[in-house]
């Protein structure tokens, strides 16, 4: 069985600061990562993916990938109160085709 | 603009009633998936389907049922089979099948489905 485990939480910072998430996944031939960020009672939105082993940046999140130890991570610099949600990692891999879905990462920003 | 419509957003099924939740997308993709999602319980898949007229069983698909008349539609019915309905559900698309790993899934907003 594929899985995607994330620590649920809730992970709380204070606004301003660097929030950091953590994605472990175990399918060594999985080959793109996404992140989404779902507020409460919303549907989830895409907001990173990422393919290569690496850093990539877009604005203030920053997605890193480590293939070799099987770790995507989520950045968010400058964390603000409307990034309060819970990020969802999934990764490319499942029998069907499907992607897998991490249980997501609860995060609370203070102001 | 394009995208992924599921309705209604709150769905109310009494003990032993079948209920069909709508979802439409017109960004013109060729897969769409249909997932639960329970407090703590993440994403499960129920079904999906990569070209009309074909549809798979996905992880949860007792007491479900789907239909792909249209590629751009994919309801999914709640039988009285299915014990424990209660969850918010989701719809999905991806431009195909085997490109969900390259481009991702859109969501629809979602129907909150609850057993009264």
């Known amino acids: 069985q594929k899985e995607v485990e994330q620590n649920s939480g809730p992970l709380s910072v204070p606004e301003g600061a660097i929030a950091s998430l953590n994605c472990t996944y175990s399918?060594?031939?999985?080959?793109?990562f996404f992140w989404y960020r779902q507020y409460s009672g919303k549907s989830p939105e895409l907001i990173m993916f990422?393919?290569?082993?690496g850093d990539k940046e877009d604005g203030r999140f920053t997605a890193q990938l480590n293939k070799a130890s099987q770790y995507v991570s989520l950045l968010i610099r400058d964390s603000q109160p409307s990034d309060s949600a819970t990020y969802l990692c999934a990764v490319s891999g499942g029998s069907q085709g499907n992607l897998i879905f991490g249980k997501g990462t609860k995060l609370s920003v203070k102001p | 603009d394009g995208g992924i419509t599921q309705s209604p957003k709150y769905l109310f099924r009494k003990e032993g009633q079948n209920v069909t939740l709508s979802c439409e997308q017109n960004l013109n993709h060729d897969a769409m998936y249909w997932y639960r999602q329970d407090p703590g319980q993440g994403l499960r898949l129920i079904y999906y389907?990569?070209?009309?007229?074909?549809?798979q069983k996905g992880d949860i698909a007792e007491g479900y049922s789907v239909s792909r008349e249209k590629k751009e539609s994919f309801p999914l019915t709640v039988t009285s089979a299915q014990k424990n309905p209660t969850a918010f559900y989701l719809c999905?698309?991806?431009?195909?099948?085997?490109?969900?790993?390259?481009?991702?899934?859109?969501f629809g907003s979602g129907t909150r489905l609850t057993v009264v």
């Open positions: 389907s990569q070209i009309v007229n074909d549809f």
């Open positions: 399918d060594r031939g999985s080959q793109s």
């Open positions: 990422i393919y290569s082993n």
């Open positions: 999905a698309s991806s431009i195909a099948l085997t490109l969900a790993g390259a481009y991702g899934y859109t």
